[in-house]
C-alpha cells in the first residue's frame, strides 16, 4: 500500500476441499481485479485520504487478524490506527511489492491471497523496534476475505524477526536454513490477472491436497516414511521465516527444518485451514492456529523441550511446476509460537511490551 503497488474451516475430506475452492471462479478473480486496483488507488493516495479509502474497502465490523503483538483488530477504524498509521510512520516511503496474488473459494468463501515484501526507510520506532535509517523490508503473507464488495476478515502474517535481524537486534541462535531476503516466483507469474485454466488449478490444488495427506503418513520415525519425493521437485526451494531460514532440494528440507521440527514436535497434526485456494500453478492455505502439536524435543530454534501444547498460526503459499511442487513460501507467527514454549523473544531483543 503504499507509494507505489509492484505488479511483477476445519479440515474436511479432501476430494471435497477440491471441489469446494474450484467453485464460482468468475467471482474469485472478480473480487482480486477490484482489490488490484483499490491497493494502487490506496497506494497513491495521499497520508490524509488513506483512512477514508481503507473505509470504502472494509467493512464496519471487519476482523483483522495480524501477528503478535499486533493482534486482532475489530473494526476500520482500530485497523487503520492499529495496523497502517504505526507502518506509515515508522516507513514513511513504505511501498508494497507483491509477488504473488491468486484468488478462490473456501468453504462457500470468496478468499484473496497475496505475499510480498513492504520496503521503506525505517525512519521511527515499529513495533518498538528502533528506526536504522536505512531501507528495511517486511515479509508479509494475507488473506482476505470478501462479503459482497468489502472485506469482512483478514490474516496478516509479518516476519517481525525479520526486522530484528535487519536491525541488528537477532534474540535467536543462527538459523538452519539461509537467512537473506526471500525471493518471489522464479517464473514471475505470480501477479497474472484473467481466469485462470481451470484443469491447472485442480491440478495445483490436487498435488498440494495429495502431499498434505502425505505428511499425514509420518511414522514417528523415518522423515522417509511421509514419502515427500512424490511432490517435490528435485530442486525445490522452502523460503521459510526468519529463524528457519530458506531451503534448497529435498535432503536440505529435511535437514534444516523438517527435521529438526518433527523432532521438536512429533505429534503435529496441521490442515485446520481458514482457507485453501487455488489459482493455476499457485496454490494457498491459512490456519490460525493450522498446526496444534505438543513440543517434546529439544533444540528447534535453541529453545529446550516444554511439554507444552502449542498452536501454529501458518500461511502457505506453494507453486507447480509439471507434476511437481517446485518452491513454497511459509509463514509462521513465531513470536506468538515462541511465547507459548515460553520465550519473549521481543524482551530478548531489548523491546519493553509497552513499546511492542
Known amino acids: 500500500m503504499f507509494g507505489r503497488v509492484s505488479t511483477p474451516a476445519s479440515r474436511r475430506p479432501?476430494?471435497?476441499?477440491?471441489?469446494?475452492?474450484?467453485?464460482?471462479?468468475?467471482?474469485?478473480?472478480?473480487?482480486?481485479?477490484?482489490?488490484?486496483?483499490?491497493?494502487?488507488?490506496?497506494?497513491?493516495a495521499d497520508i490524509t485520504a488513506r483512512r477514508r479509502l481503507l473505509s470504502r474497502v472494509v467493512r464496519d465490523d471487519v476482523a483483522w487478524h495480524v501477528c503478535k503483538p499486533i493482534e486482532t483488530c475489530e473494526g476500520g477504524d482500530a485497523v487503520y490506527e492499529r495496523f497502517?498509521?504505526?507502518l506509515f510512520d515508522a516507513f514513511p516511503d513504505v511501498d508494497r511489492h507483491d509477488d504473488i496474488m491468486i484468488a478462490g473459494d473456501f468453504g462457500g468463501r470468496t478468499w484473496v491471497a497475496s505475499m510480498?515484501?513492504?520496503?521503506?526507510?525505517?525512519?521511527?520506532?515499529?513495533?518498538?523496534?528502533?528506526?536504522?535509517?536505512?531501507?528495511?523490508?517486511?515479509?508479509?503473507?494475507?488473506?482476505?476475505r470478501f462479503v459482497d464488495d468489502a472485506i469482512a476478515e483478514s490474516y496478516v502474517l509479518l516476519d517481525v524477526l525479520d526486522v530484528l535481524r535487519q536491525a541488528g537486534r537477532w534474540p535467536l541462535p543462527q538459523s538452519l536454513g539461509a537467512a537473506d531476503r526471500v525471493p518471489g516466483p522464479m517464473t514471475h507469474d505470480g501477479m497474472a490477472t484473467g481466469p485462470a485454466d481451470p484443469r491447472?488449478?485442480?491440478?495445483?490444488?490436487r498435488l498440494v491436497e495429495a502431499m498434505i495427506g502425505g505428511l499425514m503418513e509420518y511414522d514417528g520415525a523415518r522423515l522417509e516414511s511421509m514419502r515427500m519425493e512424490r511432490f517435490w521437485h528435485p530442486r525445490m526451494m522452502?523460503?521459510?521465516?526468519?529463524?528457519?531460514?530458506?531451503?534448497?532440494?529435498?535432503?536440505?528440507?529435511q535437514r534444516d527444518h523438517q527435521g529438526p521440527f518433527l523432532h521438536a514436535f512429533p505429534d503435529r497434526r496441521g490442515g485446520n485451514h481458514k482457507a485453501r485456494i487455488a489459482d493455476a500453478t499457485y496454490v494457498a492455505s491459512t490456519g490460525w492456529p493450522s498446526v496444534q502439536a505438543t513440543h517434546l524435543g529439544d533444540g528447534w530454534i535453541g529453545v529446550p523441550?516444554?511439554?507444552?501444547?502449542?498452536?501454529?498460526?501458518?500461511?502457505?503459499?506453494?507453486?507447480?511446476?509439471?507434476?511437481?511442487?517446485?518452491?513454497?513460501?511459509?509463514?509462521?507467527?513465531?513470536?506468538?509460537l515462541l511465547d507459548q514454549m515460553g520465550v519473549d523473544v521481543l524482551a530478548r531483543a531489548g523491546i519493553a511490551p509497552r513499546d511492542a
Open 84 to 86: 497502517f498509521q504505526p
Open 14 to 44: 479432501l476430494d471435497t476441499c477440491v471441489e469446494d475452492c474450484m467453485a464460482s471462479a468468475d467471482a474469485p478473480q472478480d473480487r482480486k481485479r477490484r482489490y488490484r486496483e483499490w491497493l494502487s488507488e490506496f497506494a497513491n
Open 200 to 205: 491447472a488449478t485442480d491440478q495445483s490444488l
Open 116 to 144: 510480498g515484501h513492504y520496503v521503506g526507510s525505517f525512519e521511527s520506532a515499529w513495533l518498538g523496534i528502533a528506526p536504522t535509517g536505512r531501507v528495511t523490508t517486511i515479509r508479509f503473507g494475507e488473506f482476505v
Open 238 to 253: 522452502w523460503y521459510g521465516p526468519a529463524g528457519i531460514g530458506t531451503t534448497r532440494g529435498l535432503r536440505g528440507f
Open 305 to 336: 523441550a516444554t511439554g507444552r501444547r502449542i498452536g501454529m498460526r501458518v500461511m502457505d503459499f506453494w507453486r507447480r511446476e509439471g507434476d511437481l511442487l517446485r518452491e513454497n513460501w511459509v509463514f509462521i507467527d513465531l513470536v506468538d
